[in-house]
């Protein structure tokens, strides 16, 4: 079973700067995809950026990056120039393979505080 | 075009009621997830379906819960006689292909007095 794991329940950022969520994760297969998700207060889960394992280029959407290390399993996330409305939780994901669906495995989630 | 829309976005039900979840996926869309999360967790896969056909419900308790996607009309999640430990916010997801992204509802939160 692939396992995510985010080892940073909190951080904090003040607004402008840039901040990097880590997330490592287990698997012993070698296609797959990586999310980081957020979920505002409302709770409503929100796509951020995805990335696919067969990619050596990581992927970028905006002021969010991702440092993808596929041997070390790693897959942080920086979000550069933090915004008041960035504060959120913060959900890395793993989506596995199987012949029955693709369902995501998630973190337990790193809460952003964002200070002015 | 509309989210995926849930309904209702609160239930509260007493300790042996059932509750019942629905899911509008997006137009277009015939894959739903639904996923669970409890307090200060993150999200856990329950069921996977197509229309008309339940794909894979590994992450689906085997008692009280089933899951149903008809041909017409929303995908429902239901529990039957629910108990306190099944308190928690309930998301679906839909996706317009087997590898296409998910995309999610705003939840159903359950909770049991």
């Known amino acids: 079973a692939q396992t995510v794991t985010q080892s940073q329940p909190e951080m904090s950022v003040q607004e402008a700067e840039t901040v990097t969520l880590s997330c490592t994760y287990d698997?012993?297969?070698?296609?797959?995809?990586l999310f980081w998700y957020k979920q505002p207060p409302s709770r409503q889960m929100i796509l951020v950026i995805r990335?696919?394992?067969?990619?050596?280029q990581n992927a970028t959407e905006n002021r969010f990056s991702v440092n993808f290390q596929k041997a070390a399993k790693s897959f942080s996330l920086k979000i550069s120039d933090s915004q008041l409305g960035d504060a959120a939780m913060y959900f890395c994901?793993?989506?596995?393979?199987?012949?029955?669906?693709?369902?995501?495995?998630f973190g337990k989630g790193t809460s952003l505080l964002v200070t002015p | 075009n509309a989210g995926v829309m849930q309904n209702p976005r609160h239930l509260v039900r007493r300790r042996g009621q059932e509750a019942r979840l629905r899911c509008s996926p997006m137009?277009?869309?015939?894959?739903v997830y639904w996923y669970r999360q409890l307090p200060e967790e993150g999200l856990k896969f329950m069921v996977y379906?197509?229309?008309?056909?339940?794909?894979?419900e590994s992450g689906m308790p085997k008692e009280r819960f089933s899951a149903e996607f008809p041909k017409e009309g929303p995908s429902i999640l239901r529990i039957q006689q629910v108990v306190r430990g099944d308190s928690a916010a309930y998301f679906c997801?839909?996706?317009?292909?087997?590898?296409?992204?998910?995309?999610f509802g705003p939840g159903t939160r359950l909770t049991v007095l």
């Open positions: 137009k277009g869309h015939s894959h």
């Open positions: 698997t012993s297969e070698s296609d797959y995809y």
């Open positions: 994901a793993y989506r596995r393979y199987s012949n029955s669906g693709y369902a995501l495995n």
């Open positions: 997801a839909s996706s317009p292909q087997l590898e296409g992204p998910q995309y």
């Open positions: 990335q696919e394992a067969y990619k050596q």
């Open positions: 379906l197509q229309k008309e056909n339940i794909i894979d």
